[in-house]
């Protein structure tokens, strides 16, 4: 049986064997997980899966989303098909989210399965500790060194092995408190430890706290089984896609995304990710520093024009502690308006494209702490019209026209972050400035995917929400010239959705707000085409731009306006 270690091969090999012929790895699986390749491929619960055997007879365990030829390009759509209708026949709708890991889940056969690497087995439950909770159980005031825990420790091992060294009265007593999350806040009484662990395990690890996490992660349909091939152990050093250096620079300022900003989002991430984790520069000290205010580190990554404004989302930030950086909001220093021209003097694009007429007009403006402000008021309004115009466009159902100008072509590429430079502001020899190079190349994780699903999602839902929203302190501007734009745009874009003949269902489905699984969203991104070159979308989007140039034309012309030159005492955040 797989459930068990041998101990001439659950450590991987370098070379591979005649029997297992492994065409890119570097190892040969052990010997436990190729008799589990061969048990789950001759049980009947995965019968008829499609593409099981390669030309040479090997188990096709594997089936990529990016393989772009050959015969078997298609398994991983054929699979996905297959998915479906597992699901369906089990009760599982396959509309709703999340659904084809539960399938995965709920059809396997022993929730038991070895790692790839290195032959461990594994529940694919969660049942294993979580960083988080390791360190509540340390923060326990009757824990000493005797209790040795880490994140491959079952919680159904823990809780025994507590009771063990301590009083089991004080161990059950401390659970509830212990194991509370979002998931689980309610606990029974329990009389002894076999109540204990029977609730653990039927009701707790059932519902997927976050407190803990699974052996093995869904990844159905690449897989054959629907799981990761790495088990929780390994996964770490032999994913590339999952080093705890990755994962760390995988941090999403989704505000990017909510206000429908430019740039590099990808690159950005990144070095806002390794700011926040790398304590040599989260622990530089804040701007603000010799005020005579506290700055405590660790200091965060600030945007030097924020992109609530419409400023880009580039890997440029300046460090802030967190009270300055929360107290900073959506404004603008002095000496933030003259580095972004500094930044533009050297050739580097800082606003985005909804905003740049508006910046363009009153950027030179801009002599001292009043007048930025004053600026920040001013782009609040320009953007205030910028999403109500998209939301227009979203009401109208131009989904395919919004999507397009979200630019998701940033995640068509993985960035490793060559090299971080610390500078001074040339403007304010006070503040640091970081920055990064990246060496970029063509994105083969299938993370690249799941970033354009985030990015479509949270823009899409943010614009709904924000057409919702009626309450507003945003200046309403409407001109009769951009009614004209938009009655020529919408007839443009009705040769667009013509021509491009490109089923959106899935974004109706979100704008309904009925639930869209993360598959589904994924499917039409892989399947939908690039449509920035398209004569028929450069158009509308150039009549787009119009209607803001307009629309910044009108607002600048306001800059001596009451509603820009108040007492700024009792400055307050529009959204």
């Not at 000493?144 to 089991?168: A, F, K, Q, V």
């Not at 890997?315 to 930044?343: A, E, I």
């Not at 640091?432 to 993370?447: H, P, R």
């Not at 020529?488 to 707000?513: A, C, G, P």
Request: net charge positive; charged share 25%.
């Amino acid at each position: 049986m797989f459930f068990f270690f041998d101990n001439d091969s659950n450590e991987p090999q370098k070379q591979p064997s005649p029997d297992n012929k492994m065409k890119r790895n570097k190892y040969t699986p052990p010997k436990n997980f190729l008799e589990y390749q061969k048990s789950i491929v001759d049980n009947p619960v995965y019968s008829g899966m499609p593409d099981t055997y390669c030309d040479d007879g090997t188990i096709q365990w594997e089936a990529p989303s990016n393989r772009m030829s050959g015969k078997f390009k298609d398994t991983h759509d054929k699979r996905l098909r297959w998915w479906k209708a597992k699901a369906i026949e089990i009760g599982i709708n396959p509309n709703e989210n999340q659904w084809i890991s539960k399938t995965a889940k709920k059809i396997h056969p022993t929730k038991l399965r070895p790692c790839k690497y290195c032959g461990r087995v594994m529940d694919i439950r969660y049942l294993y500790l979580s960083k988080n909770l390791i360190q509540r159980i340390k923060r326990l005031p009757y824990v000493d060194e005797r209790l040795n825990i880490d994140e491959l420790t079952s919680i159904l091992d823990l809780i025994p092995n507590m009771c063990d060294l301590y009083e089991t009265k004080k161990v059950l007593d401390s659970l509830p408190n212990l194991l509370r999350c979002t998931a689980i806040h309610t606990f029974p009484t329990w009389n002894n430890l076999q109540e204990c662990l029977m609730w653990i395990e039927n009701v707790y690890v059932e519902a997927e706290p976050s407190l803990l996490g699974p052996g093995s992660m869904a990844n159905p349909p690449d897989r054959f089984d629907g799981f990761h091939s790495f088990n929780r152990c390994c996964r770490a050093k032999a994913d590339k896609g999952r080093t705890p250096t990755n994962l760390s620079l995988y941090a999403t300022d989704r505000r990017a995304f909510e206000f429908w900003s430019d740039g590099n989002w990808i690159t950005a991430n990144k070095l806002m990710g390794m700011i926040n984790t790398d304590s040599n520069l989260s622990g530089l000290p804040c701007r603000n520093i010799g005020d005579g205010k506290s700055h405590p580190t660790p200091c965060t990554a600030d945007h030097i024009g924020p992109i609530s404004l419409g400023f880009v989302h580039c890997p440029r930030f300046q460090l802030l502690c967190r009270n300055c950086n929360s107290g900073k909001n959506n404004r603008m220093y002095f000496t933030d308006v003259k580095y972004l021209l500094y930044c533009e003097s050297k050739g580097e694009t800082v606003i985005s494209w909804y905003a740049k007429r508006v910046w363009d007009l009153l950027k030179n403006k801009v002599c001292n702490g009043d007048d930025a402000l004053r600026l920040s008021r001013v782009m609040r309004d320009n953007r205030y019209n910028a999403l109500k115009i998209l939301s227009f466009f979203l009401k109208r159902k131009e989904f395919l026209f919004l999507y397009t100008i979200l630019d998701l072509s940033y995640a068509d590429y993985d960035y490793s972050i060559k090299a971080v430079q610390t500078s001074a502001n040339p403007i304010d020899k006070a503040s640091t400035i970081v920055t990064a190079t990246f060496e970029k190349q063509k994105m083969i994780l299938k993370y690249g995917l799941i970033q354009k699903a985030r990015k479509v999602r949270i823009a899409f839902l943010a614009l709904k929400s924000y057409s919702q929203k009626e309450n507003r302190n945003g200046l309403d501007v409407s001109l009769d010239t951009n009614s004209t734009i938009i009655a020529d745009i919408l007839t443009n874009l009705t040769v667009f959705n013509m021509e491009t003949n490109i089923d959106t269902s899935v974004l109706q489905k979100m704008y309904d707000e009925e639930q869209v699984s993360d598959e589904e969203l994924k499917f039409f991104i892989e399947n939908t085409p690039n449509l920035s070159s398209n004569n028929h979308f450069i158009t509308s989007f150039s009549l787009l731009k119009q209607i803001m140039n307009n629309i910044g034309d009108y607002l600048s012309s306001k800059w001596d306006d009451a509603r820009y030159t108040r007492d700024f005492q009792d400055e307050q955040e529009l959204f």
